[in-house]
Structures are given as structure tokens and as C-alpha cells.
């Protein structure tokens, strides 16, 4: 026989952790952050925010960042967690462990790192939110986050100059990399 004290004192423990798992005002599991990296162009300089989360389920990615030229923009996951400007050739190439050509739209594709452009204003900034495949946080060879001899287990996000036409190999006549941030996982 269980006391009603006793019982009401569970009760009351099992109703606390599952508020406190569910996301303030809105009922759900509160997300969790996955990975987060600070934006840096040419010269060096700090021009934004990304934060990889999984809510609910979904992988989100939230991207912040300035300095852009108005219009449309390649985004990417490279395979490297090194971000060394001007050029940021040390991010390697597109994160692409199946060995698929480039672009959404390339029936030979896409890389697990192909993201959709995203989209500068007038005053050259973007502040978007992504909705990723899941694929993307896999254990195994297929983990953006895996460390290795050529990463520490990071990864690089990087911005190109132009919009990616989706299906050019190896990176969608995207252009040059304006901007690039290392995704250290937490």
C-alpha cells in the first residue's frame, strides 16, 4: 500500500522532470545544442553565428551573418574543422562520405553537406533557420562530427560568394569562400 503522501511526492518529482525536458512555452523537448561556430571572412574578422541543434526530432540549423553582398549565397558543411583565411581552402572539400557528385539537383547526388542558398538582404546580412536531414548526425562514417587524423571531430560551415546552382560537381559554381565558421560539437 502506497501512502498518499508518498505518492503525491513521486507524482509531483516525475511532474517536475518532465517539465523541465519540455521547451518553455511551447511543449516541447527542449533542444539540444549539437555544435556551434563563429563566422569569419578574409581578413579575420567575426561576421556571425551558426548553432546545429536537434529539436524535437529535427536537426536545425540557426545561421546569423553580415558582411555578404546582397542576393544569394552557397552554404556548405566542409569536411575539416579548420577555418584559415583568406581563402579557407584549409575546410577541404564538401563533407561527402558516400562519394556522390555535388547538388540536390544532380541526379548523381547530393553530398551529405550540400545545404540550400541562402539569402543576403540589401544590407548584406542573413538570419535564417535550415531544416537538415538527420543523416547528418549518424554514428559511423556518415557522422559530420566524427574525429579523425584530419579533423578533431569538427567540421567547417562555409558561405561562398555566390548562389549554387545545385548540381555543378564539386560545388555548384558557388565560387569563392567569403565567410567560414568551425562547428565545434558540444
Do not use: W, Y
Not at 9 to 31: D, E, H, K, N
Not at 59 to 75: T, V
Amino acid at each position: 500500500m502506497i501512502h498518499q503522501p508518498a505518492a503525491a511526492a513521486a507524482l509531483a518529482l516525475v511532474l517536475i522532470a518532465f517539465a523541465c525536458s519540455r521547451a518553455p512555452g511551447t511543449g516541447g523537448p527542449v533542444p539540444k545544442t549539437l555544435a556551434t561556430g563563429t563566422f569569419h571572412d578574409a581578413a579575420g574578422a567575426r561576421t556571425g553565428v551558426a548553432t546545429l541543434t536537434d529539436t524535437a526530432g529535427m536537426l536545425r540549423l540557426d545561421l546569423s551573418a553580415g558582411q555578404l553582398s546582397p542576393g544569394p549565397h552557397g552554404l556548405h558543411f566542409h569536411a575539416v574543422g579548420v577555418c584559415t583565411p583568406p581563402d579557407f581552402k584549409s575546410a577541404g572539400a564538401h563533407f561527402n562520405p558516400e562519394g556522390k557528385q555535388h547538388g540536390r539537383l544532380n541526379p548523381e547526388g547530393p553530398h551529405l553537406g550540400d545545404l540550400p542558398n541562402i539569402h543576403a538582404g540589401p544590407d548584406g546580412t542573413v538570419d535564417t533557420s535550415l531544416t537538415l536531414s538527420r543523416d547528418l548526425i549518424a554514428s559511423g562514417p556518415r557522422a559530420l562530427f566524427q574525429a579523425s587524423d584530419a579533423t578533431p571531430g569538427g567540421a567547417a560551415l562555409v558561405i561562398h560568394a555566390g548562389p549554387d546552382d545545385e548540381r555543378t560537381d564539386p560545388s555548384g559554381n558557388s565560387g569563392d569562400r567569403v565567410a567560414c565558421a568551425v562547428l565545434e560539437p558540444r
